[in-house]
């Protein structure tokens, strides 16, 4: 590891891993738990890894003092922590649905961690969703009682958003 640099006194350091040239940024978990975070910043350029590096230890600064756990949170613990907020009913017993049918078989399977998902991620999900039963069921026949057309409507995707979004602002609300 070949120091670059540092940012706020040192609490972030950037580097080279392995004598590569890609930058990198090593930060103390503020958690509570104890070791570092450590992630690349997907850049060669020193003065966008600057940014990143100070944009991903803010925002982990926020979440954590908001009394998010970024390092910890998976998908499925996410949603039954916004579902717990909710009354019970139709939208949370769809919320239920609709995350055992689509969300947890995209996000619990593509991405370990909350702190992982990025919005490019999201506009990934419903391009994903759109042909998902057509591509799921394309040389089976669709479980009986499932009332379903091969491509999702407008008005169902659009459902689908709304409740990602109340999920993500749910968990990331910064009081």
């Given at each position: 590891?070949?120091?670059?640099?540092?940012?706020?006194?040192?609490?972030?350091?950037?580097?080279?891993?392995?004598?590569?040239?890609?930058?990198?940024?090593?930060?103390?978990?503020?958690?509570?738990?104890?070791?570092?975070?450590?992630?690349?910043?997907?850049?060669?350029?020193?003065?966008?890894?600057?940014?990143?590096?100070?944009?991903?230890?803010?925002?982990?600064?926020?979440?954590?003092?908001?009394?998010?756990?970024?390092?910890?949170?998976?998908?499925?613990?996410?949603?039954?922590?916004?579902?717990?907020?909710?009354?019970?009913?139709?939208?949370?017993?769809?919320?239920?649905?609709?995350?055992?049918?689509?969300?947890?078989?995209?996000?619990?399977?593509?991405?370990?961690?909350?702190?992982?998902?990025?919005?490019?991620?999201?506009?990934?999900?419903?391009?994903w969703r759109a042909n998902f039963w057509e591509r799921e069921y394309k040389n089976k026949s669709k479980?009986?009682?499932?009332?379903?057309?091969?491509?999702?409507?407008?008005?169902?995707?659009?459902?689908?958003?709304?409740?990602?979004?109340?999920?993500?602002?749910?968990?990331?609300?910064?009081?």
């Open positions: 590891m070949a120091n670059v640099g540092t940012l706020f006194s040192g609490e972030v350091t950037i580097y080279h891993h392995n004598g590569g040239t890609t930058y990198y940024c090593r930060f103390k978990n503020r958690s509570g738990g104890s070791g570092y975070i450590k992630k690349s910043l997907k850049t060669k350029d020193y003065a966008e890894a600057f940014a990143r590096a100070k944009t991903m230890y803010l925002k982990h600064i926020a979440l954590v003092e908001s009394g998010f756990d970024p390092t910890e949170l998976n998908w499925d613990q996410a949603v039954k922590l916004y579902s717990e907020r909710m009354d019970q009913g139709q939208p949370r017993s769809f919320l239920i649905q609709i995350n055992k049918t689509y969300f947890t078989k995209f996000f619990s399977q593509k991405f370990k961690s909350l702190r992982d998902i990025a919005s490019s991620d999201i506009i990934d999900y419903f391009r479980p009986a009682l499932l009332n379903c057309v091969d491509v999702a409507s407008p008005a169902t995707m659009v459902k689908e958003r709304r409740f990602l979004g109340l999920i993500f602002k749910g968990l990331f609300k910064i009081s």
